[in-house]
């Protein structure tokens, strides 16, 4: 074979430059967070009324999608009313007085899960972020 050499140094550069990646971020895998949902105001909740707007599964991925259109719904056509479908009850749309009255730990609740997935959601610029409460 003609160049065989250059072939095979060529390949390995090749291969080399492909799984850099890796072998660079090997033993880097940050932890996944621990969510806090053990807040005074939940702990204060009777076991029955621990639901949240929607089903965990439901939050877990489409919270922002939800927050968006309650966003939408509250500013552009002034409604305020939320019916879950899970449960059928009414609830205010309120980032600040529906979400964070139960979710109070903001830091170990929102926050460690966007810094986990490097989101940095815009939903502080205009609420106020609330006060930490000791759990």
């Not at 009313?81 to 749309?93: C, E, P, W």
């Amino acid at each position: 074979m003609y160049d065989s050499g250059k072939i095979i140094v060529g390949l390995l550069i090749f291969v080399g430059i492909v799984t850099f990646p890796f072998y660079y971020n090997a033993g880097k895998a940050v932890a996944k967070p621990d969510l806090k949902l053990d807040t005074p105001v939940i702990q204060q909740m009777p076991e029955a009324e621990r639901k949240c707007v929607e089903t965990k599964e439901f939050m877990r991925g489409g919270h922002m999608q939800l927050l968006n259109n309650w966003r939408d719904s509250v500013v552009r056509e002034g409604n305020r009313v939320y019916v879950s479908s899970n449960t059928g009850k009414r609830h205010t749309m309120s980032l600040q007085n529906t979400c964070m009255n139960c979710h109070s730990n903001k830091k170990k609740f929102c926050d460690e899960c966007h810094n986990y997935m490097v989101v940095k959601p815009y939903c502080w610029d205009c609420h106020i972020q609330p006060k930490e409460k000791e759990l």
